[in-house]
């Protein structure tokens, strides 16, 4: 059975991109085309890892998915996939003057890379993140 994957990605050509790329490397894709969308579904798919865009119906969006998700509180509605790897693939770089980095408090997640992916990278990447982690 292949690995599932969480996409949480606003722009559909996106979503289709890396679908291909995805699904090509063996993995089945869950879509959601918002933060919030992506809260709901990260419960129903249980993935091995998320994609995660940053500018979604805010500037911001995705790092506030990121906290909810990365929520160290045992107690939290997302305590079941706070180990879930989360890899965020965005072009906030290229939007501000801001750098952006992995942090565990500020941006709790496990890697970051830039719009648009080079697939063999992205797919390298995650077979990292996914043999990484439980």
């Known amino acids: 059975m292949p690995q599932r994957i969480l996409v949480i990605e606003n722009d559909p050509d996106y979503q289709e991109i890396l679908r291909e ?47 909810c998700l990365k929520s160290r509180d045992p107690k939290s509605e997302y305590a079941a996939v706070a180990s879930t790897p989360i890899l965020i693939l965005t072009s906030i770089h290229q939007a501000t003057p801001f750098r952006f980095k992995p942090d565990g408090d500020y941006i709790p997640v496990e890697d970051f890379m830039e719009k648009p992916p080079d697939p063999d990278d992205l797919l390298q990447r995650i077979k990292i993140l996914i043999g990484t982690h439980p």
């Open 21 to 67: 790329i995805l699904t090509s490397g063996g993995y089945e894709v869950v879509l959601a085309a918002s933060g919030q969308e992506g809260l709901k579904r990260v419960k129903e798919a249980q993935p091995a890892l998320i994609v995660l865009d940053v500018m979604m119906e805010s500037a911001i969006s995705g790092f506030e998915v990121a906290h």
